[in-house]
């Protein structure tokens, strides 16, 4: 069973950048479909994201489209969210999620393992 851990998260200003860092523990990330997700206070949990084995990756949520990049790097087991030219709008708890499939899926309910989040905020 596969442990996740996101760390990157903050405080930024707008037009600022961050990245987010998803690591995971208990077995190798090779095989899984990787997701990233948001969820804002008092909204629900929006899929963004996602990369599959073959690196083939997939934006779901057009509000971050051109901003956002997700990648992966098999060797450190770890899955990165690079976000540019964040708006306040972005602030939320970003999480990312995995699952045993050979290509992205777009809904939390698809995800069989989650991280608990990392907080960001993006000042005015």
């Known amino acids: 069973q596969v442990q996740l851990v996101e760390s990157g998260g903050g405080l930024v200003q707008a037009g600022g950048s961050l990245r987010l860092s998803c690591a995971a523990s208990g077995d190798t990330l090779d095989d899984y479909v990787i997701g990233w997700f948001r969820q804002a206070p008092g909204k629900e949990r929006e899929g963004m994201l996602c990369?599959?084995?073959?690196?083939?990756?997939?934006v779901y949520a057009d509000s971050v489209k051109g901003r956002f990049t997700i990648s992966r790097d098999n060797a450190e087991n770890t899955v990165l969210l690079q976000m540019n030219s964040l708006k306040p709008e972005d602030t939320a708890v970003y999480y990312c999620a995995a699952v045993l499939r050979p290509w992205c899926v777009s809904h939390p309910s698809d995800y069989a393992y989650w991280g608990h989040g990392t907080q960001v905020t993006v000042s005015s």
């Open positions: 990369i599959d084995r073959r690196f083939r990756s997939m």
